[in-house]
């Protein structure tokens, strides 16, 4: 099953590479998610009909846009936005495309993530963070971060790993990493070998992640 492997001959110039690849990927395509999600998550919470400063229609809009976004299947969305990518990063294939591509799919679940923790923080804080004459960005920076940054950290720890996913598919569609190795060198050429050591990398990314985000999310609790 094994024997005719050219895993270690694929090793330093193909399979070593594209690890990297793949941790720039989703390394950049988190921190774009968060950063937009974060802020489409705080415009949610303030316009909501018992937020800060209550608007239906941009509570309409936002929320429509999250829900349009997660709705399309993952794959789909991905060649969906060919145009979209081509004309904001020039190219449909590549890392950078691939980083336009996750961060635009993985945007509105950091919104929604972000919204569902500020979400959980009791009412009364905000109330008395009011009575003590805190504005707006007081309490969301002040109040809502502070006490919902643990559960952010753990819902943002599910996105980088659905990320690792994503970037898999990615590679199938010509973004590179260890998606397209596994695809084109393991499993097309039937190298189970190659296939089963990228899995396995993955997997210990994953296992990576968690505990760094357990972590993480312990000193912060």
Same mark, same amino acid.
């Given at each position: ?14 399979? +070593?590479?594209?690890?990297?690849v793949t941790l720039k990927m989703i390394f950049f395509s988190f921190v774009f998610s968060v950063f937009f999600g974060f802020l489409l998550g705080?415009?949610?919470? @303030?316009?909501?009909?018992?937020? /800060? ?8 809009? %936002? ?7 997660? !709705? ?11 145009? $979209?990518?081509?004309?904001? =990063?020039?190219?449909?294939?590549? #890392?950078?495309? &691939? ?5 635009? &799919?993985?945007?509105?679940?950091? &919104? ?6 500020? *979400? ?7 109330? #008395?963070?009011? !009575?003590?004459? &805190?504005?707006?960005?007081?309490? @969301?920076?002040? #109040? ?10 753990? *819902?943002?720890?599910?996105?980088? #790993? *659905? ?18 190795? %596994? /695809? ?9 070998? $190659? ?7 993955? =997997? =210990? +990314? ?5 505990? $760094? ?9």
């Amino acid at each position: 099953m094994f024997g005719d492997t050219r895993l270690f001959e694929y090793m330093n110039i193909l399979i +070593i590479p594209s690890i990297l690849v793949t941790l720039k990927m989703i390394f950049f395509s988190f921190v774009f998610s968060v950063f937009f999600g974060f802020l489409l998550g705080i415009l949610m919470f @303030i316009t909501k009909l018992d937020g /800060l400063k209550p608007n239906k229609i941009i509570f309409f809009l %936002a929320e429509k846009f999250t829900d349009l976004i997660r !709705s399309f299947p993952t794959l789909i969305l991905m060649v969906a936005i060919t145009p $979209i990518t081509k004309f904001f =990063i020039g190219t449909s294939i590549g #890392v950078n495309a &691939a980083i336009f591509t996750i961060t635009l &799919a993985c945007t509105p679940f950091a &919104a929604r993530m972000t919204l569902n923790s500020f *979400n959980t923080i009791d009412k009364d804080l905000i109330k #008395v963070a009011k !009575s003590f004459g &805190a504005t707006n960005l007081q309490i @969301i920076f002040k #109040v809502l971060l502070v006490e919902s940054l643990p559960t952010l950290i753990s *819902n943002y720890t599910i996105m980088l #790993v *659905n990320m690792l996913n994503m970037s898999a598919m990615a590679g199938a569609i010509g973004a590179g990493g260890l998606g397209a190795v %596994a /695809l084109a060198y393991g499993y097309q050429q039937y190298d189970e070998m $190659i296939m089963y050591f990228i899995v396995f990398i993955l =997997i =210990i +990314i994953v296992f990576l992640i968690e505990k $760094i985000s357990k972590i993480i999310y312990y000193k912060l609790k």
